[in-house]
Each structure stands twice: as structure tokens, then as C-alpha cells.
């Protein structure tokens, strides 16, 4: 058993969160209501998880200084966004347990590494291609065809970092202007439906799944989410197998989500995954009013080595984003019934930005 494993916080401990967003705000506030304090380290000065926590540590993630200062305060770290950098993971590794693993982080920092990864696992993913130059993404349109859609290996969200290709289009100009030498081609994927997975994993083994969740995006930006996916149990027995199968051949312990496409049709699996969020994730919003356990207190409870939840759902739930000026509007959803408003405390709205959300539960009793 490694030193990580060990990890049995105790009420009054203290969590060190890495990133100040929304996510790391939901996170405190789950650890709150268990007794457990925490401790964010961002370097934005704004950052909105900076309001619910009594220490923050405003400074960047190269200064190594601030790094070990904030390692000394807490008992155990973990981060809110994936794209941690691996310097700064290291410097807090030597010093407590991170968990997820960061080496965790380098299969999913990278997309590339990361379909390798659920390949090697007898996990279907759109068919994919490394490129690192104009010639190499010629000879990857050639085997994989087009529509195709070309991504940067690392970083990118919410459509970013990403660029569609269609007969007749300038390869060469769509390689510049993506700005990167490290890309993987990826295969249209004519999908059904957009679906994901929040599973939490425990350091013992143990495997929660909440529902499957339907999403709907727009602009590449997730506007709903609903629980459960209509979709054949079947294959939500499949998708949730999947998950638990990702999270433990990754020996994670927290919470991740596993974002799949359903194939409409085809002799093929009918189940692909698109991407693993080595984090708590938008699509588990809905979580935090309509189940039992949350994905922010389940994630909580895996890194603290507390036993986690059974997750009961408590009807059938959507989970819409409040993007840019549509939190100007917030007062419009406080007078739904059986609805929740979540605001997230970012300040001015900006377009294409998550400033909140609303989750509406619809019980089996129609209340």
C-alpha cells in the first residue's frame, strides 16, 4: 500500500485545493459540511473559490516558495482542473499526498496518451491519428478520411483548441492556424447522443457510478445535462461499466467523469469515449440537489479515506448553465418550482463564460 493510500483525514483537517473556479468553490463547500477546512492556492486574485474558504494562497503555480508554504498548511491536495502543471505537482507530491495521483496527469493532460491508454484497455474511440506536421496530417486524413475534427494534444475546453476538417478546406492553413506542433486527427463520429459518466473511486477499490447523464452542448459549451440519459439500460449498463473499468486500471482515487458518444447505428460497439475529466466535472452539477451524494462530496470523502456514498438519485433532474448575461436573469429561475439557483460569484458575466446553474428535480411523485 503507498503512502497516498493511507490518507485518513480527520474532521477539523485541512484540504489544499488547487484552482480558484467554480469547481474548487463547490468542492470547499462539500468539505465544509463534513468539518473539513480547506485551503485554495490560485493565481488569479478573483478567483471565486477564494469566498468560501478562510486561507488562500494567491500566487502562481511556478513559485516555489508559495508552493511548499501552502503544502505545510494542509493534509492532503487536490486540484479542480486537469491542467495542473507538472513542476508544481511534483514540488507538493514531495511533501503530501495529491491525490488523483498526479501521475495520472500525464495520461490525461495529453489526448494522445490518453487514447492509447483506453485503446490498450479494449475500449472503443473514434479512430485517431498523432500529426506534427502539415504532411503527417495529410497522411492521417488520408486513412482516417474526413469529416474529421483536429485537436491540440494538450490543454483546450469547451471547444478550444480544436478545429473541424471538411473536403475542400486548406489543410495547411487549418494546421497554422491551430498554432500548435503536437495534434492528434480524430474521426467525425456520427453520434446519437452525448452522454457521461461520474464515477468516484475510493484508495480500497471501491466504485460509485451516479447515473447515466444525457449533455447537451451549443457553441462547444455544455447547456444541459439530464439525469438519466434516456437511453436502453443496456447500454448504460455498459457506459457505467466503462467508467468503473477507466477508474480502476488508473488505480484514481476521487472523483472523474468519462465523456462518451452513443453511435446511432452500426454492427460496431455502440458506446465510444471521447475524453476522461481526471476531475469533478460540469455534467455532475446536477448531483449536488438531485442525489443522494454529491460528485463534490464523494470526491471529498475518496481523497479524506472516508467510505463513499451510495448514490440515489431523487428524480428525474436537468441541469441547465448559466453562460455569460443569462445570470442577469437569475431572479427568473428563483420563483421555479423545484428549482435551484447556483451562482458562482465571478463578477462581470463575459460570453461563452459559466457563471452559474440551475438544477430542477422533478420527483417521482410529480412534486
Not at 12 to 36: C, H, K, N, V
Not at 217 to 239: Q, V, Y
Amino acid at each position: 500500500m503507498t503512502e497516498t493510500n493511507r490518507v485518513k483525514l480527520k474532521p477539523g483537517d485541512t484540504i489544499g485545493i488547487l484552482g480558484g473556479g467554480q469547481l474548487g468553490r463547490m468542492l470547499a463547500m462539500a468539505a465544509a459540511r463534513l468539518g473539513l477546512r480547506c485551503q485554495v492556492f490560485s493565481p488569479d486574485p478573483d478567483s471565486p473559490a477564494f469566498d468560501v474558504v478562510l486561507n488562500a494562497t494567491c500566487a502562481e503555480y511556478a513559485d516555489v516558495e508559495a508552493l511548499e508554504l501552502f503544502a505545510g498548511d494542509v493534509d492532503v491536495i487536490t486540484y479542480e482542473f486537469e491542467n495542473v502543471p507538472s513542476a508544481a505537482a511534483m514540488v507538493l507530491d514531495a511533501r503530501r499526498p495529491v491525490l488523483p495521483n498526479r501521475k495520472i496527469l500525464e495520461t490525461t493532460q495529453d489526448r494522445l496518451a490518453e487514447k492509447d491508454f483506453v485503446t490498450r484497455l479494449g475500449i472503443g474511440t473514434a479512430a485517431y491519428a498523432d500529426v506534427t506536421s502539415v504532411a503527417s496530417l495529410r497522411e492521417a486524413i488520408l486513412r482516417i478520411g474526413l469529416p474529421a475534427v483536429l485537436k491540440t494534444r494538450r490543454f483546450g475546453y469547451d471547444g478550444k483548441g480544436q478545429a473541424i476538417i471538411r473536403d475542400g478546406d486548406d489543410i495547411a492553413k487549418v494546421w497554422t492556424s491551430l498554432g500548435t506542433k503536437s495534434a492528434i486527427l480524430e474521426a467525425f463520429v456520427p453520434f446519437e447522443r452525448e452522454i457521461s459518466v461520474i464515477a468516484a473511486r475510493a484508495a480500497d477499490g471501491q466504485v460509485e457510478c451516479f447515473d447515466v447523464t444525457e449533455n447537451e452542448h451549443r457553441d462547444h459549451i455544455l447547456k444541459i445535462s439530464r439525469a438519466p440519459a434516456p437511453i436502453p439500460d443496456d447500454l448504460a449498463e455498459e457506459a457505467l461499466r466503462i467508467a468503473g473499468q477507466i477508474a480502476t486500471a488508473l488505480d484514481y482515487v476521487g472523483v472523474l467523469a468519462v465523456e462518451m458518444f452513443v453511435l446511432a447505428n452500426g454492427t460496431g460497439p455502440k458506446v465510444l469515449v471521447n475524453e476522461i475529466a481526471p476531475r469533478v466535472h460540469n455534467s455532475g452539477h446536477w448531483t449536488l440537489d438531485g442525489a443522494s451524494v454529491s460528485q463534490f462530496e464523494q470526491h471529498i470523502r475518496a481523497i479524506a479515506g472516508w467510505p463513499l456514498g451510495k448514490p440515489v438519485r431523487h428524480g428525474e433532474v436537468t441541469m441547465t448553465n448559466l453562460i455569460g448575461d443569462e445570470i442577469t436573469r437569475y431572479e427568473e429561475w428563483l420563483t421555479v418550482p423545484g428549482a435551484t439557483v447556483h451562482i458562482y460569484g465571478k463578477g462581470t458575466p463575459k460570453p461563452g463564460r459559466k457563471m452559474g446553474h440551475v438544477t430542477e428535480v422533478i420527483r417521482p411523485n410529480g412534486k
